[in-house]
């Protein structure tokens, strides 16, 4: 396999997460759909947080109990119990950023699929599945479990069951939860990014001039992980690409790393951009000037 | 071309001009976005509301200048992000909270629950047909009731129980173990029960709805043979007493969350002009609202239960009070209205 087409189809990879969503002014946001590993880490941190929550309230409950010395207390536990394990996601994702406290530190969130605004009937419905997804298999493993009656069958059908659902959303493209699929929602990437500053602006220290001979050798791809790095501003990592840079077109090392990179971008951009207006996107170096 | 242009010359139009001259609007409409999720639109002032149409008009148009001209990656990334951001911050929420609850009350769940009586027919007469099974199993050969109901379920509710015991299950006379003061806690305990058993046959219903079918079948079945054995010591009308209070609320409800559960399973198997996922999306949501409304019914039905039977035992007065609720709910659901919803 050539890097060429290693490339090309980490690319194609890219491109198949990537929905067409237009909005009414007619602009393509191209939603990207969240991998299932974010929706899993996710997952694992609102269940936490559930039973973080569960443990405080209870203490909270015994204690109220005692003091009052009244049996209500043990019916505020059951109902408090019976909210947060059914109401905790549908709450959070009627809110206006759509996401639970673990969806919004993976940087996810739910959309609804048509395009429309999520309805509180949706969110209501992709997770009261949730209760035959997960809550169903995990009770029925600890109660087989606690009173060892789990007959083999019994724990081979409760974890069939249960990775029959919760691996359904490895086989479609989209990444759907049962819940998903019949709620008519996805769930999609909504990081935010912060704008960072322009690296192709502000004072040069020395010019140095590159021939067009010595800008033609990257494309796009180059020029945005070059991008990375001057970002990310580590010297070591810098001197490596420098070097390399310097190798591919034969100059010798006479200039400071950071100088020599920051002129190679902003030339290699301006070059690039120019070109992008003519209408020819040269994807990355193995595509033909 | 010449080998020193991109340095000598300044291209008409540069993606650093462009930045330059729109990167005010979005940090505008950054921190007009910002200030909207933290506190809502009333942090904003009635300039600010008319500005930030006008600010997500002009991110999009710079999204779109950016993809077409701009290779540098982290501006495009963040225009990508605060168009996501503003879009669906913009045609999210057109409704105050108070609205859309006053609107599911009045219009969206009896409507919804009307979109659903063919399958609140279907899962009814499962019911009833379950509960006529077991009845005429039980009563012709009482060595049936075991086969539906397990038991160290029944507590002693069974064929070879005394009148005496049997009547004073149901609150007649003395009263099993002077528990009055945990009736809340009694009341909580079916709440939640039933509530995950209804949220179960919803959720089984997108196989084909067919184990919804089972489910409901199966309650039917305990409901029968244990009316079967009441009535055979003669206190049939007193155990419906017992069970009219707040059965008709809370099998309503077990009926409506079943039919949702089929209606899902239906749109899989027959999902007509649409796509199969197109369907199932439409019943999930006309579904989801049904099971919002069971949800509460089976609350009101966990007091019912809890509360009144315990504390109301003249079979008359429990009657009245399960057909009244009935009523209610009929009439809720099914009463003809003017349609004021958009």
Same mark, same amino acid.
């Given at each position: 396999m050539t890097p060429a087409s290693t490339d090309a189809r980490l690319r194609a990879a890219q491109a198949k997460k990537i929905r067409e969503f237009v909005t009414p002014e007619g602009v393509d946001l191209e939603l990207r759909i969240a991998s299932a590993s974010?929706?899993?880490?996710?997952? #694992?941190?609102?269940?936490?947080?559930? #039973? #973080?929550? =569960?443990?405080?309230?209870?203490?909270?409950? =015994?204690?109220?109990? /005692?003091?009052?010395?009244?049996?209500?207390? =043990?019916?505020?536990?059951?109902?408090?119990? /019976? #909210?947060?394990?059914? /109401?905790? /996601?549908?709450g959070f994702e009627l809110g206006q950023r759509a996401a639970t406290p673990g969806k919004r530190l993976m940087g996810i969130r739910v959309v609804a699929r048509d395009g429309g605004r999520l309805t509180a009937d949706a969110v209501v419905a992709r997770n009261l599945i949730r209760e035959l997804e997960l809550f169903l298999p995990l009770t029925m493993l600890s109660v087989s479990a606690a009173e060892d009656m789990a007959s083999a069958w019994t724990v081979l059908f409760g974890l069939g069951w249960a990775l029959t659902l919760s691996l359904f959303p490895l086989f479609n493209r989209d990444r759907m939860r049962m819940g998903d699929l019949i709620a008519g929602t996805w769930v999609v990437m909504a990081q935010r990014r912060k704008l960072d500053r322009d690296m192709a602006s502000g004072e040069a220290a020395h010019r140095i001039a590159f021939s067009d001979a010595e800008l033609a050798v990257y494309g796009i791809f180059e020029l945005q992980e070059l991008e990375r790095v001057l970002r990310t501003a580590d010297a070591k990592q810098m001197r490596e690409v420098a070097d390399t840079i310097r190798g591919k077109i034969g100059r010798p090392v006479a200039e400071e790393d950071d100088v020599f990179l920051t002129s190679y971008y902003r030339q290699l951009k301006t070059r690039l951009e120019r070109k992008l207006l003519f209408g020819k996107r040269r994807e990355d170096k193995y595509a033909s000037d | 071309m010449d080998a020193t242009l991109p340095t000598s010359e300044t291209p008409a139009f540069s993606t650093a001009r462009f930045r330059a001259e729109r990167e005010a609007d979005w940090v505008a409409f950054d921190a007009l976005l910002t200030r909207l999720e933290k506190r809502g639109a009333k942090a904003l002032s009635s300039d600010e509301l008319l500005q930030l149409p006008l600010l997500y008009r002009a991110t999009l148009s710079s999204l779109s200048i950016a993809r077409a001209t701009s290779l540098d990656k982290a501006l495009l990334d963040h225009l990508e992000a605060l168009s996501i951001r503003g879009y669906f911050l913009i045609y999210g929420v057109r409704e105050s909270r108070l609205d859309r609850l006053k609107r599911f009350f009045l219009h969206d769940w009896p409507a919804a629950v009307r979109g659903l009586w063919k399958e609140t027919l279907i899962v009814a007469l499962i019911l009833i047909l379950g509960v006529a099974t077991s009845?005429?199993?039980?009563?012709h050969d009482p060595e049936w009731y075991f086969h539906f109901i397990p038991e160290e379920l029944s507590g002693g509710r069974d064929p070879r129980a005394s009148v005496e015991f049997l009547r004073s299950t149901i609150g007649h006379g003395k009263a099993p173990d002077g528990e009055d003061g945990m009736l809340h806690v009694f009341a909580t305990y079916l709440f939640t029960h039933n509530s995950r058993v209804s949220i179960m046959a919803f959720a089984l219903g997108f196989a084909f709805g067919v184990p919804t079918m089972i489910l409901e079948y199966y309650q039917g079945l305990s409901l029968g043979a244990m009316l079967a054995v009441f009535s055979a010591k003669g206190l049939g009308v007193e155990f419906g007493g017992w069970l009219f209070i707040h059965g008709t609320t809370e099998l309503f409800a077990a009926t409506l969350a079943g039919a949702a559960g089929l209606k899902i399973g239906t749109a899989v198997v027959f999902p007509g002009a649409r796509g199969r996922l197109e369907a199932a999306a439409a019943a999930g949501r006309t579904a989801g609202k049904v099971m919002v409304g069971a949800i509460i019914m089976l609350l009101a039905a966990g007091i019912l239960e809890g509360f009144g039977r315990q504390l109301i035992t003249d079979t008359p007065v429990r009657y009245a009070i399960g057909t009244l609720m009935l009523l209610f709910w009929l009439g809720y659901y099914y009463l003809p209205r003017r349609s004021t919803a958009p």
């Open positions: 974010l929706r899993l880490g996710g997952l #694992v941190i609102d269940l936490a947080l559930i #039973v #973080v929550a =569960l443990i405080l309230f209870t203490i909270a409950m =015994l204690w109220a109990g /005692f003091a009052s010395r009244s049996t209500i207390m =043990l019916s505020i536990w059951m109902l408090g119990g /019976f #909210v947060l394990r059914n /109401f905790w /996601f549908i | 009845w005429l199993l039980v009563a």
